[in-house]
């Protein structure tokens, strides 16, 4: 069946995104086998007025290089009912964007 060939294992993209939490115990030892924990605590921890004094900072974008754009780009399409995004709505998001900061 050729539907089958561009079948989007959901699931598997959220997953792998971090959108979705750990199905079973073996995903959580799967995790913590790969994580490495420090006992050093960052210096700036000693004092938290140091951390409240620093200001907001700028919120890091985590990527996963084996995300396929091409499914997250069919999903957000298809959360538009296949439509395209009018040239007034992507000004909107443009402003928005600019407006709320982050480029």
Same mark, same amino acid.
Do not use: C
């Given at each position: 069946? &050729?539907?089958?060939?561009? $079948?989007?294992?959901?699931? $598997?993209?959220? =997953? !792998? #995104? +971090?959108?979705?939490?750990?199905?079973?115990?073996?995903?959580?030892?799967?995790?913590?086998?790969?994580?490495?924990?420090? &006992?050093?605590?960052?210096?700036?921890? /000693?004092?938290?007025?140091? *951390?409240?004094?620093? +200001? $907001?900072?700028? %919120? !890091?974008?985590?990527? #996963?290089? /084996? !995300?396929?754009? &091409?499914?997250?780009?069919?999903?957000?399409?298809? %959360?538009?009912? +296949?439509?395209? *995004?009018?040239?007034?709505? =992507?000004?909107?998001?443009?402003?928005? =964007? $600019?407006?709320? +900061?982050?480029?």
């Amino acid at each position: 069946m &050729d539907s089958e060939k561009h $079948k989007i294992d959901l699931s $598997k993209v959220f =997953r !792998t #995104n +971090g959108y979705l939490l750990p199905a079973d115990e073996s995903e959580v030892e799967a995790f913590e086998a790969n994580l490495v924990i420090s &006992d050093d605590l960052p210096v700036e921890w /000693e004092n938290p007025v140091n *951390i409240l004094t620093r +200001g $907001k900072r700028q %919120a !890091t974008k985590l990527t #996963n290089p /084996e !995300t396929d754009q &091409d499914a997250v780009n069919n999903l957000a399409m298809a %959360a538009r009912d +296949g439509n395209t *995004i009018s040239e007034a709505v =992507r000004k909107q998001m443009n402003n928005d =964007r $600019k407006n709320s +900061g982050n480029k």
